[in-house]
């Protein structure tokens, strides 16, 4: 069964650092990959996808994430955080087979000090 | 074009009740998925339908149902509510097999 590990809970950085959330699968062909955002009390918005072809992937609100084949890993980046990017982070990765179910991570919870 | 759209946001209901919530996904996007959000075991994959059809389901009871109408709408029904029901029921849809999916804000429910 596939299933997808973030490692961590909780990252706090400055306002204006660089950002790594690390996010690992386990599936045995190439996965479709998805990293999500969501804000307090609200739902999922979808950053980016890795469907195949390029490994490094772009997304929205300058996010991107490159895919390692070698280390089973989907790790999303952002050279410079804002204040608004405080929100909890999910990465989800679902078959390439046509089922449409996404097994998601337990999420990391990004906080943004000034 | 309009987002997944979910009725109601809020929800309280009682041990024992019933419930439904409903699901309109993105215009000309035909696959509804239904996910479960609780703090203590994440979001997991209820059900998904595709042209009225039920095509994958999750590991739930069979007190979680789910149907999908002509026009894509999708209503999920829980019957014999428990507390452990509490949750956020997020809805996501999808062109079609393959694409990204798309969530919609989601239904707090909340069990007394």
């Known amino acids: 069964a596939q299933s997808v590990t973030q490692p961590d809970i909780h990252i706090t950085v400055s306002e204006g650092a660089s950002l790594e959330l690390r996010c690992n699968y386990s599936?045995?062909?190439?996965?479709?990959l998805f990293w999500y955002v969501q804000s307090p009390g609200q739902g999922l918005q979808l950053l980016l996808k890795?469907?195949?072809?390029?490994?490094l992937v772009q997304g929205i609100k300058g996010f991107e994430a490159e895919f390692k084949r070698s280390q089973s890993s989907f790790n999303l980046r952002k050279p410079s955080v804002h204040w608004s990017d405080a929100a909890e982070y999910f990465c989800a990765v679902g078959d390439n087979f046509g089922n449409e179910k996404l097994t998601f991570g337990t999420g990391t919870r990004l906080t943004i000090i000034p | 074009k309009a987002g997944v759209t979910q009725t109601p946001r809020y929800l309280i209901k009682t041990r024992g009740q019933q419930v439904t919530l409903s699901c309109s996904p993105i215009?000309?996007?035909?696959?509804v998925s239904w996910y479960q959000q609780t703090p203590g075991q994440g979001l997991q994959f209820l059900f998904e339908?595709?042209?009225?059809?039920?095509?994958n389901k999750g590991n739930f009871p069979g007190r979680f149902s789910g149907r999908q109408f002509s026009n894509s709408r999708s209503e999920m029904n829980v019957s014999t509510l428990e507390l452990g029901d509490s949750a956020l029921y997020l809805c996501?849809?999808?062109?079609?097999?393959?694409?990204?999916?798309?969530f919609g804000p989601g239904t707090r429910l909340t069990v007394t």
């Open positions: 215009s000309g996007h035909r696959s």
């Open positions: 996501a849809s999808s062109l079609a097999q393959g694409f990204e999916q798309y």
């Open positions: 339908y595709f042209s009225e059809t039920q095509r």
């Open positions: 890795y469907f195949s072809g390029d490994t």
């Open positions: 599936y045995g062909a190439t996965p479709y």
